[in-house]
């Protein structure tokens, strides 16, 4: 089977770098994907990493290390409009179709 | 492009009853997905579906719960007869299937209340 694990929760301060972790366990990887959700709104994709290493995509940056099972997602400059749930996602194991996500990470962002 | 449409966006119906949510998917796009949020579950896949033919129902939760894909533009998620526990979000997603990141694309949601 598949299975996420994040963080519930991750409070920080306007401006500063904030990191969300994921680790997962599937029988079969063809990469990891973050998105971000709103209250209210639907999920909306971030960013993907199929293979070990560093994304970036603006503030946002994505690491994975395929190895450890493990990857993060890297917001840096922190806005208040950045506050909502960041969820991890892995695809596979039957060559990619069936997306699993976790239970997500809520940040909040003080001023 | 319009984007994944669901319908309704808001439904409140009473124990007992037949609920339908509808989905039309992002044109081109090869795999529909339909998951139901909530707090204490997060976002669950109930089933999947790949040029139009169901690939895992594994998520359904149980048999009230039947979903179709009669074309490629249309799909709908079926709840006979509706229970309290029911009430959720279900989103409807679609995507390219195998293509480069596999970027899902999620409707806005069907938000339903069973009272």
């Known amino acids: 089977g598949q299975s996420l694990e994040q963080p519930s929760e991750v409070t920080a301060v306007e401006g500063a770098i904030v990191q969300i972790n994921c680790t997962y366990q599937?029988?079969?990887?063809?990469?990891l994907s973050w998105y971000q959700q709103h209250d209210g709104g639907a999920p909306t994709f971030l960013s993907y990493n199929a293979l070990d290493g560093l994304e970036e995509t603006g503030r946002f940056s994505s690491f994975l290390s395929r190895s450890d099972s493990y990857g993060y997602l890297l917001l840096q400059e922190l806005q208040m409009k950045d506050s909502a749930s960041y969820f991890c996602a892995v695809r596979g194991p039957d060559g990619g179709f069936k997306t699993i996500f976790g239970a997500g990470t809520r940040l909040f962002v003080k001023a | 492009d319009a984007g994944v449409i669901q319908s309704p966006r808001h439904e409140v119906t009473e124990m007992g009853q037949e609920v339908t949510l509808r989905c039309k998917p992002i044109s081109g796009h090869n795999s529909l997905f339909w998951y139901r949020q909530t707090m204490m579950r997060g976002l669950e896949l109930l089933i999947y579906f790949n040029n139009n033919v169901p690939i895992d129902d594994s998520g359904m939760p149980e048999d009230r719960f039947s979903a179709k894909m009669p074309n490629a533009s249309f799909s709908t998620l079926k709840i006979q007869p509706s229970e309290p526990r029911d009430s959720a979000v279900y989103f409807c997603?679609?995507?390219?299937?195998?293509?480069?990141?596999?970027?899902?694309?999620f409707g806005e949601g069907s938000w339903l209340t069973v009272v």
């Open positions: 599937t029988s079969g990887f063809y990469g």
């Open positions: 997603a679609s995507s390219m299937g195998q293509g480069t990141g596999n970027t899902i694309y």
